[in-house]
């Protein structure tokens, strides 16, 4: 009685002709949005398994820009020493999203075409100015910057690009949800700057789960830039952060606890940059 | 003593981890049919039509039912014995439905799959009737139960509990101090892992056999004999292999259904809920809102206690109208006051109904009187531990309520053990801090009963008879949920007839051959089964030596049984060879029947400390260390009751910080309605833990001993809560401590 046919392509040009096909494609890679129990399958067409084409798996930092294949799990990611030298941020994020199951089937494109406000990996790709390629519904290969992808589009994505002058090696991420580890989002923050002498030249901050998709938090990382971070600048910097939170979801019920949770993360996020405990006596003044 | 106070390993533990079990959904089974079942989405509407023609059309769909061809018998889910007086307001599918997840209609078919397709072709079309979505809502909805037909009305409270003991006006005229603290406590989820399934079958004789992960058979075959309005002695019910319950499982919700199912169309019928509709369409832990006043002398003695409690039990009764007074229970057997007024009341609201979870009332109304405890201490400068030495109950009080003898009652020394081990009085004094993170510790005590006495059918039935095979087999109505109660079990009839665990088989309940017994609940199994178990094999022992006396030669006194053997100083016969020796003689093997009937219901008791870190900026606490004593009598298996302790503690952490189903106000759908939105505590949110046992015999418990099951999740919320308060200086009082409710109460 099913209508739905599975096919598993194993290289570019099949999937290319099945994406050419009369039948309503629908994608699946790790399967960890689309298989939960509380969403209901789809029930004709074409589930095409993303995760038998090499094309779309590992990790190049070797050359000047990074490469990803879409269909890399979280759990690649998490454990990738080049990327970890190059871009920590997006480990960092990678290594919080789910459990260890979870990090273990769901993939990188997956994140971004699932496009949920929370997540994980969405704000260190977007500070790092990812582009994606990707291939049209009519099977034409193209490449559009990860601002200008829109979920449903129909583009099947295959590696994600993080240019040379996107990313830097001072990056991090933090979260906070409502537990510790196994937890969506409530918030999510990525931070690139780069560290000099106690201070973070051209800070970029992107904030997640603040909207419907991340943003970019120019005023707050504008108070950082070429400042020597002192209390009185941390101070600044979480006074801008509420704001931030004020501009994005005033009148909501969540917003007096982000304006204020937003402070904690800012903290954390600062530490996490410049690799020390959000204890350190750095941050006892700020309060 | 060979095996009590051992760690043994549960008896079907390799079975479980190696996959052997076979849970109720697990066997296939040739012609099986899947029922799957359509929900109100509204709150309360009258169901006026219900169009099945595309559904029947479906391939393999082999019928529909609803309210207009379903028997409309009133039940109520709650019941554990035939005739049991409660207020009989669930139907099947009813005409008028009540809650966001109440039964509408029911698609039998060939598969799963294709059930819940043809529900999803089910035209229906309602009256949306007005709703009562908080209790606030409801009190104002008064009125009688029943109206002039006997017919269940909409009407509140649905049940009263009153206590008026001692000169309240007096105590309060008296008092040093007084204080006023309101609590809330939310509705939460079970979260049993197996998700609610049944399976149901015609047998012969016109019987209908039920299969069910349940905490009774005679529950099961009572609570389905009045819905279907047949005699109870039709059904044949068994229990299966358990996938968690927590008290979720208590009632039959699915069971009539199935079994009426398996009657229209002599199939086998299963009925399993998704994770959603176990959320959303079972039952939940009943959410309050309690005040209670306190007043304190100058030395810390409590004068007098006024207590205003109410209870949100959804949309049906079940066992809602027993809450006001097991609260009360509970709450007069911790402290000795001299004067105490409370008034607990139970209402209806159309949101999904409560029923049992673990504790049963317990962690309600321990946290509304621990909380309201620690802030009268905090105002009045009393240290809480010694505030609670003061006035806990000793060895042998009498309860004011049911005037009950708490027992071998041991809180003083959970308080006294518990504080020392712990290092509460310098924990107690250090400053929480000044920076971002702050600590605090905070400890609650709590009591719990064991079993259902003075209820009038507070009995077990235990038989143990020697096998062919020499082995000795345990005939009870028997219903381990997980927690190990038949390992214990097995322990206490070992234990005393000198053998090995390996040696004594556990045989799962069935109403055709297990005499009454009223399940698992109430924390009965060890204090009264296991006193029950212990009679018979006693009684076996005896029987067992008198019939070895004769193949031995010996006189019965001489002979003692030992590693499956009976032996005297200078003979012996293996349990074994006795039995083909009885069988060559044509003798009937021994065998014993021993009821024990409860005569006490003696008080376990605890006391948990906490250490919590809190971080004032995003509002989240980290629980840091942990240490619970417990009043245990006589641990049986201490592995085991370490387990609960554990396992309590999860669930009570929860309690405190996370969980809550959250009944929308405006819709009444609830927000926590899968493990994606519902969070529990998980693994890293876990403190290290320690645990006290107080090993103190009950004089009429097995051995000793008194039960741990409910009690170790009883005083954990408070505890939490007050260790929150201590470090923040905050006086919050609504659970669960979100952290919006945390940065709120910084904030004011």
Redesign the interface.
Known sequence: ?TLLNVCRPTSLAELVAVLRGADPVHLIAGGTDLL???RALPDAGRLVDLTALPALRGIDTTGPDIRIGAATTDAEIERHAGLALRYPALVQAAAECGSVQIRNRATLAGNIANAAAAADLIPPLLLAGARIAGLTQGGAECEISLQDYQAGSGMLITTVILPAEGFDPDSAFVK?G???????ARLNLAVTAQVQDWRLLEPRIVAGALAPRAIPLLRAASVLDAQTLTADLLRAFLDALSAEVDAAIAGRA?H??KR??I???G?DLIARLLKLS??DPL??GV? | MGQVGKRLALIDGVEKVTGQVRFAADDAVAGLAHAALLFSPHPHARVLSLDAGKALAM??VIGVWWHQTTPQNGYNSAIWLAGQQLLADERMFPAVVRHVGDRVAVVLADTEA?ARAAVGLLEVTYDVLPAILSPEGAQAHAGPTVDADRQPTYLNPVAKAALDHGDVAAAFALASHISETHVTTPRSHHCAIETHVCRAWPEANDRIAIHSPCQSVFAVQAVVAQALGIAADRLHVTKSPIGGSFGGKAEPILDPICAFLAMQTGRVVQLQL???ETFTATRTRSATEGRMRIALATDGRILGRDVEVTVDIGAYCTGGAYLPGSMLQRMVRLYDVPAERYRGRAVYTNTLPTGAFRGYGSPQIHALGEIALDLAARDAGFDPVALRLRNIVGPAAIDPWQGLNLGNARGADCLRRGAKAFGWETRARLAPGT???RRGVGMAAATHINGCFPGDDESTTATLGLQADGGIVLNCALHDLGCGSDTTLAQIAAEVLGLGLQNIRVTPADTDTCTYDLGTRASRMTYIVGEAVRKAALALDQAIRDAAALALNAAPQDLTLQQACVQSARTRISLADLATWLAARNTALPIATQTHRATANPGSFAVHFAEVEV??????V?VTDYLAAHDIGRAINPMLVEGQIHGGIQIGLGYAL?EDVAVDPGTGRLRGD?F?RY?L?????MSPIRTLLVEKAEPTGPFGAKAVGEIATVPVAPALVNAVNAALGTRLTDLPLL??RI??AL?N
Do not use: C
Request: aromatic share 8%; net charge positive; no cysteine.
């Open positions: 009685m939960v129990g509380s906070l409502p537990r510790r580890d196994l937890t969506i969540s007096g606890w204020q949770a402070r904690g993360l903290i959000n204890r941050f006892d309060m | 391939a393999g294709t998704s994770r959603h920076g971002r993170f971080d004032t900026l995003t509002g989240r980290q996370y899968s994606a969070t505590a998980n693994a890293p949110e952290p919006e940065i709120l904030q």
